[in-house]
Nanobody
């Protein structure tokens, strides 16, 4: 599966962005879809996941209540709605498809939140 993330940008603290990750190749609907992020000088960290059926979602504590993950199987796309953004949310955001113990990564999209 090939993944293309988009939607990053520069936003002020308190603002919102919506990231998109378009999938192509293998059957998108069979994969759990994840968002990770990596801030400068830090390790990549988990942000959120949505199960392949779209019936369960999980979030890192740091984004819970502010971010919402969703998927549109008809469009082969997963979204990350990010509200009430904070400067500490600044990072490169990556989408990743997961199945049978393997992650498939897309390229990242930069999110910068100014204070």
């Amino acid at each position: 599966v090939q993944l293309q993330a988009s939607g990053g940008g520069l936003v002020q603290a308190g603002g919102s962005l919506r990231l998109s990750c378009a999938a192509s190749g293998r059957t998108f609907s069979n994969y759990n879809m994840n968002w990770f992020r990596q801030a400068p000088g830090k390790e990549r960290e988990f942000v959120s996941v949505i199960t392949w059926r779209g019936d369960n979602t999980y979030y890192a504590d740091s984004v819970k209540g502010r971010f919402t993950i969703s998927r549109d199987s008809a469009k082969n796309t997963v979204y990350l709605q990010m509200n009430s953004l904070k400067p500490e949310d600044t990072a490169v955001y990556y989408c990743a498809a997961y199945k049978d113990g393997s992650y498939y990564w897309g390229q990242g999209t930069q999110v910068t939140v100014s204070s």
